[in-house]
């Protein structure tokens, strides 16, 4: 199984960036996919959430509603992260999760950074 994520950069506040994450290796279709992030010195949190299916209901946390988006293409087995009008506190590493019962798989991680 392989979750590879692509998107992160440095930005300046208030800017955007979309991050990628292409599965492998996994019926893409029938897993929960989410986008997570650890900053230095913190525990690693959810940023959002969407389950299986074509029509799959979203969670975010609360501090990137409005701002966040996440989708998916199950067809090209990829999940994004769609982040608009980014803060300082939004910096961090960006992982992707795919999740299905107790199966329980992570990408490597993209960075983020928020600064001016």
């Known amino acids: 199984v392989q979750l590879v994520e692509s998107g992160g950069g440095f930005v300046q506040p208030g800017g955007s960036l979309r991050l990628s994450c292409v599965a492998a290796g996994i019926a893409f279709d029938i897993y929960d996919m989410g986008w997570y992030r650890q900053a230095p010195g913190k525990q690693r949190e959810l940023v959002a959430v969407i389950n299986a299916g074509t029509g799959g209901v979203t969670t975010y946390q609360e501090s990137v509603k409005g701002r966040f988006t996440i989708s998916r293409d199950n067809g090209k087995k990829l999940v994004y992260l769609q982040m608009n009008n980014l803060k300082r506190e939004d910096t961090a590493i960006y992982y992707c999760?795919?999740?299905?019962?107790?199966?329980?798989?992570w990408g490597q991680g993209t960075q983020v950074t928020v600064s001016s």
């Open positions: 999760n795919a999740r299905r019962t107790w199966r329980d798989f």
